[in-house]
């Protein structure tokens, strides 16, 4: 009875080698750990010199963000690496995969021909072009020469030899399993796609709304890295060498207003101006940007502004890459692993292709079902009456549609009976879109409910709650929000907080 059963199970599976199932996951997690080390460097050089100029503030008298609470920890290395992780599972993951496939080209269809290399040369080479168009940057060009090359060698070396065998399904399904999952995804593929999936994916569960407080707490220390300065929150100017000072004055008034604060030092300065022969000299780390008459400048400041930033600007690429790699190269990140994974997991019962098979089966519903939250979810409300139904509804999904639509129609929310029962959902999405809506609402007494949201323990809910009082633009409001700026130690929530005072009119003042 057992050789009955035992011999035919060894003829039907003989062992794999792991090297034609995991020699895409080695050479993606060789690129991913070198992307680590050289995110994390960057990430650390970036919170050390905004900790040196958030002190630089502190001494100039200024109010800073993130405050004196939350700045002792960009000297850590935790925000350094698990800030460094936002660029690895970013364009780390996409210059891993480009080298995995160049090297799988090249070697499966060009057979390894080395005049063929020169079309992936010519790339690799305009890539470089792109990334220092805007000027020369050390850190990116280390990203550009390091991470494609290793990976590409390694995947040639890992890379086992052509097996010829009928692989006529598993291409189909493997194929399958890459391209309807992406197709599927396409039509999702807007400036909300991120907020859609951060509500149906993530703070649908407990598991998800770890992921969610993860990503809010540690990704503003990478995002300093990559800001321009019309970006960023707060930025440093230099009025040292202009001699008339009733021009200084209107100069620091505008300057304020746009939040480019006048510091005494020279240490940290973003922007230097200069008076010369009756024109005003921008300048950017001793680099001349802009010529400009002072009358020009106090006329539209914010324009000038605007167009010193573009030209300062070297990180339009690496934002875009950056921000391409997070719809493209994580989610192909994401099947390597989970592919290797079932078929690994699968070759310990089954052949090669028949694991290679299930592997791809398993990954074409992991794909699917990650995406059909979002289908269920996508409601179009237009008739007042589907508002008030949605609203009344017992899925959260209904309420929150109903929310997006009285926001983004500017509807008073306090029309819709029972508006406020989602005070009592443990649902955090739902209160997020609540406040929303409360932003662009005129009633009094939704005013106050706005108010109570600020004590939410949910930083998200929080966040939008400050929002929504920039929004609503009463001015009484500016000291509560200056109390929480003081308290709060979530950098989300400070940064939250500053925007909505300075919609609100408030303008930095130097701290007596």
Not at 14 to 37: C, E, N, S
Not at 87 to 113: E, H, M, P, V, Y
Not at 243 to 261: G, R
Not at 322 to 332: D, K
Request: glycine share 4%; with cysteine.
């Amino acid at each position: 009875m057992k050789t009955f059963v035992i011999k035919p199970l060894l003829r039907y599976h003989q062992p794999i080698p792991t090297d034609r199932v995991l020699y895409p996951a080695k050479a993606l997690f060789l690129g991913l750990f070198i992307t680590q080390i050289l995110a994390s460097t960057q990430v650390y050089i970036s919170n050390s010199e905004l900790y040196q100029f958030l002190l630089a503030i502190n001494d100039a008298g200024y109010f800073s963000i993130p405050n004196e609470l939350t700045m002792k920890r960009l000297t850590g290395f935790n925000p350094a690496f698990f800030g460094g992780l936002f660029f690895t599972l970013s364009i780390g993951a996409s210059l891993s995969i480009s080298g995995i496939t160049a090297a799988w080209i090249w070697d499966r269809l060009f057979n390894r021909n080395k005049y063929l290399l020169i079309p992936f040369s010519v790339l690799w080479s305009a890539t470089f072009f792109a990334v220092n168009f805007h000027g020369f940057c050390l850190i990116y060009t280390f990203y550009i020469f390091i991470i494609p090359a290793t990976v590409f060698a390694a995947t040639l070396k890992w890379m086992p030899s052509k097996v010829k065998k009928n692989k006529g399904l598993n291409l189909i399904i493997l194929a399958v399993s890459i391209i309807l999952p992406a197709l599927l995804w396409a039509p999702r593929f807007s400036n909300d796609i991120f907020l859609d999936f951060r509500d149906n994916l993530l703070l649908s569960n407990s598991f998800g709304n770890k992921i969610n407080n993860f990503y809010y707490k540690y990704t503003l220390y990478p995002a300093e890295v990559f800001k321009s300065f019309e970006q960023k929150l707060l930025k440093s100017c230099n009025l040292n060498e202009i001699k008339k000072n009733s021009l200084k004055q209107l100069l620091e008034k505008e300057l304020l207003n746009h939040d480019y604060l006048p510091l005494m030092k020279d240490v940290h300065c973003d922007l230097k101006i200069i008076e010369d022969r009756g024109l005003l000299i921008l300048m950017n780390k001793d680099r001349v940007i802009l010529n400009v008459t002072p009358a020009e400048f106090l006329s539209m400041p914010g324009f000038i502004l605007k167009k010193f930033s573009l030209k300062t600007d070297k990180q339009v690429f690496f934002r875009h890459f950056t921000f391409f790699s997070l719809l493209i190269g994580f989610p192909i990140t994401l099947y390597i692993v989970f592919y290797s994974m079932f078929h690994l997991i699968s070759s310990f019962f089954f052949n090669f292709i028949n694991s290679s098979l299930i592997a791809s089966i398993l990954c074409l519903i992991f794909g699917i079902s990650t995406i059909i939250p979002l289908y269920i979810a996508e409601i179009k409300l237009t008739d007042p009456n589907d508002i008030s139904k949605a609203i009344e509804s017992e899925r959260w999904q209904d309420r929150v549609a109903a929310y997006k639509t009285i926001e983004s129609k500017r509807l008073e929310v306090s029309d819709f009976k029972p508006y406020n029962n989602v005070k009592a959902s443990p649902n955090i999405a739902e209160l997020y879109w609540y406040a929303r809506a409360l932003g662009v609402s005129r009633n009094s007494k939704t005013y106050n409910e706005l108010l109570s949201l600020l004590d939410d323990p949910h930083p998200n809910v929080v966040c939008m709650a400050l929002y929504s009082l920039g929004q609503r633009g009463k001015k009484t409001t500016v000291n509560k929000i200056m109390s929480i700026i003081k308290s709060s130690d979530d950098w989300y929530t400070q940064d939250y907080a500053y925007r909505a005072i300075r919609k609100l009119g408030w303008i930095q003042t130097k701290l007596e």
